[in-house]
């Protein structure tokens, strides 16, 4: 079982030939709305490769909250300890995207910022059946923190995804973490160097290992991934794809490699199955309706 301890969002998405300025009221084109938030695009990516996946966290009862939850089970994602909040809203992104593809994000945490020791609580409970937890910084840190002892107590393997990028990390986290999955922006923000390939990566995870996470792992976007640990160090490099949007390439990245660390994997067939998964969810449009289902998965591991 892979638990996921986490943010759910919905993203309420306005298209506008321009962005609107200070007190106008700009005529859109179109609106459409979709399931995202990091923990929720990470939970889905782990349960369409078939793992049997949890998620921990709350949605707003007034809004969208029914319909987050729906969206999460249709996916196959469990969620009896997702708890609906009566005096909340929903985390929501408020999203305008102009014709040149720039934008404008607001972003409500809503019930996603009351994540406490509760949830923590829910979580401790769910972890003697779990392999892996995935977590990330779309919830309150105190939580994020408590809920990574809780997996590191429970000898459950603790994946940390640091983003949103944060500038105060907690320097108790990384003796928590097992795995830290940066990206080159998030790694820039973590070690204060630019981290942009092979070397720079290499630099950026020996710095990840000393201060106590197990293994560093380097997402280079479409140049690879670099990996290390005190026993060994590899790059892999990315799979060649078209890429066409590579939002939630980065979730669809952190559910492969729980799924391959349920299966326990191989480290470095774990990396491998994070950056297939990322490679495919990069070809297809969108966030959640990207990522891939098992079977898609295993044929594009063949090819
Ligand atoms: P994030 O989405 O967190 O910013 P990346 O952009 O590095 O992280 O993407 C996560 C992973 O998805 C990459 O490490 C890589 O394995 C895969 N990926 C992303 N973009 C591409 C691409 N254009 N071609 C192939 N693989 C990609």
Request: proline share 6%; with cysteine.
């Amino acid at each position: 079982t892979v638990i996921v301890f986490g943010s759910i969002n919905i993203d309420l998405i306005a298209t506008a030939p321009r962005l609107p300025v200070a007190g106008e009221t700009l005529l859109g084109e179109e609106f459409f709305k979709a399931p995202g938030g990091k923990g929720a695009n990470q939970a889905v990516a782990s349960a369409r490769l078939g793992i049997s996946t949890h998620i921990v966290g709350r949605v707003g009862a007034h809004s969208f909250g029914a319909e987050l939850v729906n969206s999460l089970q249709a996916a196959g994602v469990r969620t009896d300890n997702v708890s609906i909040e009566a005096n909340a809203s929903s985390g929501v992104a408020v999203i305008i995207v102009d014709d040149s593809g720039e934008n404008q994000i607001i972003v409500i945490p809503g019930a996603n910022g009351l994540l406490d020791n509760e949830d923590v609580e829910r979580l401790t409970n769910l972890l003697p059946r779990a392999k892996a937890l995935l977590l990330q910084f779309e919830v309150p840190m105190a939580a994020v923190v408590a809920a990574a002892k809780a997996g590191h107590n429970a000898g459950v393997k603790v994946i940390l995804d640091p983003a949103p990028v944060q500038l105060d990390v907690p320097s108790e986290i990384y003796s928590l973490v097992d795995i830290i999955t940066p990206n080159e922006v998030e790694a820039r923000q973590l070690v204060g160097f630019p981290v942009d390939n092979e070397e720079s990566a290499a630099e950026a995870a020996q710095i990840l290992l000393q201060r106590g996470v197990k293994c560093a792992i380097i997402k280079l976007g479409a140049k690879g991934v670099y990996c290390a640990t005190k026993e060994e160090n590899f790059f892999i490099p990315a799979f060649p794809v078209q890429a066409v949007d590579t939002t939630a390439a980065g979730d669809a990245f952190s559910g492969g490699l729980a799924a391959a660390i349920e299966a326990e994997l191989p480290l470095r067939q774990c990396v491998t199955w994070g950056a297939a998964a990322g490679a495919i969810a990069a070809t297809r449009p969108g966030a959640q309706p990207s990522l891939p289902d098992r079977y898609m998965f295993e044929a594009f591991l063949k090819e």
